[in-house]
């Protein structure tokens, strides 16, 4: 609202319950176990966003990290899995670099791989981070990073990527235009242990991937689909 106040809401028709005003996240991620959130910021220093914490007994937000660079800003997290600590990217704007760093909330690990350019964080899964390079809105590669070894895996840097999930030691993926889908819509599969590519059958008839779900265990795919101005599941 025109105040820039965060609002919990406990049901759909609860009263809504103020919790920190005077700030507008850009992101907001609630932890596994639900007893607290994550969000990003950028009400301290405009455009360079920072990683902030909000735990619901305790009720008061706090900065996780501190950003030293001029143009430095957190642009993408995720919780673990097990939700003890948060992964996140430092994108630095003058080196156009990007850092994949972990708070566990006793201290910031930043790790040694080499990222040029911007990238997300996507999902952790059983020691390994799915990554997205954003190269333009038209060329999004997927990559995994195995955080025990230190080793970047290529998943496809070739079509464009929007939608990526990790499960079951495969990642599942949207592409557009790689050797696989050329022009079609299309689900692909990658299986980590032995780096096999293959290509999920798809209901007949679907036009478009507008946005795709995989299950837990990675035996489904909801996928959402967009025609004629209508959605469809």
């Known amino acids: 609202d025109e105040t820039n106040n965060v609002y919990l809401l406990d049901s759909p028709l609860s009263k809504p319950v103020k919790l920190f005003d005077k700030v507008i996240p850009k992101s907001v991620k609630v932890s596994p176990n639900g007893a607290s959130f994550a969000y990003t910021s950028d009400h301290e220093d405009e455009d360079n966003y920072q990683l902030y914490f909000y735990d619901f007994k305790e009720k008061t937000p706090k900065k996780l ?118 022009k079609e819509p299309c689900v692909l599969s990658f299986d980590l242990k032995n780096n096999r590519i293959s290509q999920l059958n798809l209901p007949g008839g679907v036009q478009s991937i507008y946005d795709a779900k995989i299950s837990t265990e990675g035996n489904n795919v909801l996928i959402q689909e967009t025609r004629d101005g209508v959605d469809h599941l």
């Open 65 to 182: 990290v501190t950003l030293t660079g001029k143009d430095e800003s957190v642009d993408s997290f995720v919780w673990s899995e097990k939700g003890d600590s948060l992964f996140y990217m430092r994108a630095d704007y003058v080196s156009k670099t990007s850092k994949l760093c972990r708070f566990d909330f006793a201290q910031e690990k930043c790790y040694p791989v080499e990222l040029k350019g911007f990238w997300d964080v996507l999902q952790e899964d059983d020691n390994r981070i799915l990554l997205k390079y954003f190269k333009a809105s038209t060329s999004q590669y997927v990559y995994v990073y195995d955080l025990e070894s230190g080793k970047l895996t290529t998943v496809d840097d070739k079509g464009n990527s929007r939608k990526a999930f990790l499960a079951q030691d495969r990642v599942f993926w949207t592409s557009e235009g790689n050797d696989n889908c050329k």
